[in-house]
């Protein structure tokens, strides 16, 4: 933000149009000439627009900019910087996204169960405040896409490249969970929770997703759980990223809710059904109303002097007037 230190200065500025007039438009100014044409028969005289008065307007404009410049720099400009240092930690969060083929189902027409997933943890992501939240995307296999971050822009941008199929055509949730709680448990802040999001059950990995959420427990993590989709036939589009092979068809899969309730009970948690986008919406905003800490916060004000641009602006401009008159136009004064 601009700001100006000795904003008196401006009120010079209101001189600026009489100061003009006096150099410009005056008539007893040093370089006119009164002459009579009382008795001229001839021809009228016009004003003819030629280059050389064409430049000499434009450098006299640049000379007033710059009278103008010289001024705004006598007013102190800064720029002005708040920063919100946080005095507290906030919350440890990990995203724990299924990305397998069955996401791509669509319950709603024209839009998947992953990208209704994908919009959904963005807006999470864009709400919160000094909390550092990872995430850990899985399939058949998992992986740690991006660490517990505060950088929330590297987070989001990291979130659209993810893609469904990258990990597998399979779900191992107790490979994810593990993974996850992998990650969290070496972070210091007081509280931290995950987030699980499935539209299926454990049908691969060697790790049982009931022995992850001991994991989980024993790290003082709350894990939450939360089913996409229904257990009704809805259509299915999908592109194989590493065959290219598009498939189209009708898709009828099963979310373990009550397996997923179990899972979440174990680390104090919830589960959540959420059958629609929706639903997700509403879940997703409970979460970040209860996942809450109190922060104190102190505002640091950074100011930066930004007079010296002012000045060296406004000097060019007005020696540009009095050289440029000189060399273009050979005027003496």
């Known amino acids: 933000m601009l700001s100006f230190e000795n904003p008196g200065w401006f009120l010079f500025l209101l001189f600026l149009p009489f100061l003009i007039y006096l150099r410009h438009f005056w008539p007893s100014r040093g370089s006119t000439i009164q002459v009579s044409f009382m008795n001229w028969r001839g021809p009228g005289f016009t004003n003819v627009i030629t280059i050389q008065r064409f430049v000499s307007i434009f450098l006299s404009g640049a000379f007033w900019a710059g009278f103008s410049l010289l001024i705004i720099a006598q007013a102190g400009p800064v720029l002005v910087q708040r920063e919100r240092i946080y005095l507290t930690r906030g919350v440890d969060i990990m995203i724990v996204l299924d990305v397998s083929p069955s996401m791509a189902a669509q319950d709603v027409p024209g839009q998947s169960r992953f990208d209704s997933a994908v919009r959904t943890v963005r807006s999470f992501i864009q709400r ?5 939240i990872g995430l850990v995307v899985y399939a058949t296999q998992a992986a740690l896409r991006v660490p517990p971050t505060l950088d929330y822009d590297f987070l989001l941008e990291s979130l659209d490249q993810v ?30 929770i995950m987030i699980l999001l499935t539209d299926g059950e ?15 427990a024993g790290q003082g993590i709350r894990m939450y759980t939360i089913g996409i989709g229904s257990n009704e036939q809805v259509p299915l589009e999908f592109t194989d990223p590493v065959t290219a092979q598009r498939f189209r068809g009708l898709y009828q899969g099963y979310v373990d809710h009550d397996g997923l309730t179990a899972l979440a009970s174990m680390t ?33 004000v950074h100011r930066e002097p930004i007079h010296r641009a002012f000045l060296l602006a406004g000097f060019l401009l007005i020696m540009a007037d009095i050289v440029l008159r000189k060399l273009l136009l ?4």
């Open 128 to 132: 919160r405040r000094n909390d550092p």
């Open 268 to 300: 104090g948690g919830e589960h959540f059904p959420a059958p629609t986008p929706a639903a997700l919406d509403s879940i997703f905003l409970g979460i970040d109303s209860m996942e809450r800490v109190e922060s104190r916060v102190r505002i640091q």
């Open 330 to 333: 050979k005027e003496v004064v």
């Open 163 to 192: 893609s469904i199929g990258e990990m597998g055509d399979a779900t191992a949730l107790g490979t994810a969970i593990a993974m996850g709680a992998m990650h969290l448990s070496h972070r210091t802040a007081p509280h931290k």
């Open 202 to 216: 454990q049908n691969a990995g060697e790790i049982v997703p009931q022995m992850a959420a001991r994991l989980v």
